[in-house]
């Protein structure tokens, strides 16, 4: 199969704050019969899905018609479709003739999937999401390249901004009533009113993250990860890279040039929760009971800062776990270990509060 755009949606995805959910959304919608009938179709259907506003949309315009010809032939339309089954394509024409054929808007053939708030996407009555075709489904055992698994962008957003620690710091912002009440009394006159500080979440959290090979396939993911940390609204977040087995020192960057000692970090850092993000083994497959022991003896010596602790695992089949080194991990350091998905998030996330699942 080839992927349609990929090249326009590469230049777009940086500067419009992209992932591979928006990516997916195109594939679908194009899989499902929509933007395939012509050009400026085509433009609508990536305007609709990537753009929020008008800036947005004159800029996906550009970048998408650099991609297309500017005659629209039945030759262009089937370089789009390039890689759709037929069945699809039937499809595809039979819904355009009877949506010209019908005076008012289609209904939605659209469904929503409630049962599982960790997937991408609105939940509630309006129907936003396609089914997808068993084709886009991830097989058993087969990892995720172009983003078709469960649980980025907002899904992640979503999670981390529950994380809260909330408390009252700073110069004064809000208006205390009981406080000026006080003063007037007191004093007769009110000169000023009595502020507070503003509430804010005092949460600083630190993930350390596996950049060895075997989380390669999983780059997108973790960065979308790591990009809802730094939006939630967070005290702070810290960042730290290591490779298969966590060590000191980590690094401060992803490609690992800039070393950095465990405990100022850990004192830097000040975190409420350290998140370890990797396959720890699972992706290969492999059981080392010598890694996990180091590792193990590295999650214990990071949980003596006092800081609660969790693990996100990219490999979404706990089966894998079990039969690699993830699971000896999981075991002998009694952290709770979760796959990287909302649904996976908001667990760890109400273990890091303090309750049970």
Known sequence: MTFPLLSAFDRLRVRLGLGLVEYRALVEALAAGFGTGSRAELLAVCQALWAKTEDDRQLVAVEVAHELPPEFTPADEAKIRAGLEPGDLQRAAKNRKSTLD??????SRHTVDTAD???????GAVP?????????????GVFDLIGKGPGLGRAFLREWRTYRRMSRAGVGAELDVSGTVARLVRDGVLVAPALLPARRNRVSLLLVIDQSRSMTPFRWQVAALLRAAGRAGFDRVTAAYSGNTPSDPLTRDPG??????VDPLLREAAADAVVFVGDAGAARG?????????TAGFVARVGR???????????????RWNQSTAGLVRDRTRVPMVELTGRGLRSLITRLRGRDV
């Open 286 to 294: 492999r059981r080392d009971d010598a890694r996990a022991d180091r």
């Open 305 to 319: 800062s006092g800081c609660r602790i969790g693990w996100i695992n990219p490999v979404l089949d706990p089966k």
């Open 117 to 123: 708030p960790g997937q991408d996407g609105p939940v």
């Open 128 to 140: 936003l999401r396609p089914t997808i075709p068993d084709r886009f489904r991830p097989e058993p």
């Open 102 to 107: 019908r005076p008012d808007p289609p209904k």
């Open 256 to 261: 690992r040039n800039e070393p950095v000692r």
